[in-house]
Antibody, heavy 120, light 111 residues
Framework: EVQLVESGGGLVQPGRSLRLSCTASGFTFGDYAMNWIRQAPGKGLRWVGFIRSKAYGGTIEYAASVKGRFTISRDDSKSIAYLQMNSLKTEDTAVYYC???????????WGQGTLVTVSS | QSALTQPPSASGSPGQSVTISCTGTSSDVGGYNYVSWYQQHPGKAPKLMIYEVSKRPSGVPDRFSGSKSGNTASLTVSGLQAEDEADYYCTSYAGSNNLGVFGGGTKLTVL
């Protein structure tokens, strides 16, 4: 059974950092691109970014709103994707979801989400 | 990319059919047959309902169907049931070096 479990969310002050993890099981993690998608309270879904599989160069794309502040990485040996969030702003407050990207374009499995609250 | 345009709300009575639209541009919806739809119940993670415009993952009832014409994709829910009440989001591929774009979401109410 495919499972994605996010962790690392919590309350953090503006300007500080937080690292989220997405631990995967039930599939060959290294074969898939992984996404981070967020949802602010009462709002819609928004891309944060994604990381391709090593077979496609492991390259990464970011949303303009987080580029330069957030870093996505992956450890295929541990089946974990990471989202390092620096210089956090109040507008980064959201539930952050990790999803698997199955070719050519479907997010077929989602984690339960982890809430990040940026507030002083 | 700009967000895809969805109506904020839609409604129907049990047993009826409802169609939700998702309008983009020739750079996303109109340019690729890679539109997918997600259902989200309150407090839950989204669930894939339709991919590649009209394909259903296993386990999704055939009451859910998708289509596309030009720059507009549509999700139709036939034979509405109470459990279909949820938010629905569309998203489209927008090129190999671009993030996709999401619609703003449509709240479907079963009257």
């Amino acid at each position: 059974e495919v499972q994605l479990v996010e962790s690392g969310g919590g309350l953090v002050q503006p300007g500080r950092s937080l690292r989220l993890s997405c631990t995967a099981s039930g599939f060959t993690f290294g074969d898939y691109a992984m996404n981070w998608i967020r949802q602010a309270p009462g709002k819609g879904l928004r891309w944060v970014g994604f990381i391709r599989s090593k077979a496609y160069g492991g390259t990464i794309e970011y949303a303009a709103s987080v580029k330069g502040r957030f870093t996505i990485s992956r450890d295929d040996s541990k089946s974990i994707a990471y989202l390092q969030m620096n210089s956090l702003k109040t507008e980064d407050t959201a539930v952050y979801y990790c999803t698997r990207w199955d070719s050519p374009y479907r997010f077929d499995y989602w984690g339960q989400g982890t809430l990040v609250t940026v507030s002083s | 990319q700009s967000a895809l345009t969805q109506p904020p709300s839609a409604s129907g009575s049990p047993g009826q059919s409802v169609t939700i639209s998702c309008t983009g541009t020739s750079s996303d919806v109109g340019g690729y047959n890679y539109v997918s739809w997600y259902q989200q119940h309150p407090g839950k993670a989204p669930k894939l309902m339709i991919y590649e415009v009209s394909k259903r993952p296993s386990g999704v009832p055939d009451r859910f169907s998708g289509s596309k014409s030009g720059n507009t994709a549509s999700l139709t829910v036939s034979g509405l049931q109470a459990e279909d009440e949820a938010d629905y989001y569309c998203t489209s591929y927008a090129g190999s070096n671009n993030l996709g774009v999401f619609g703003g979401g449509t709240k479907l109410t079963v009257l």
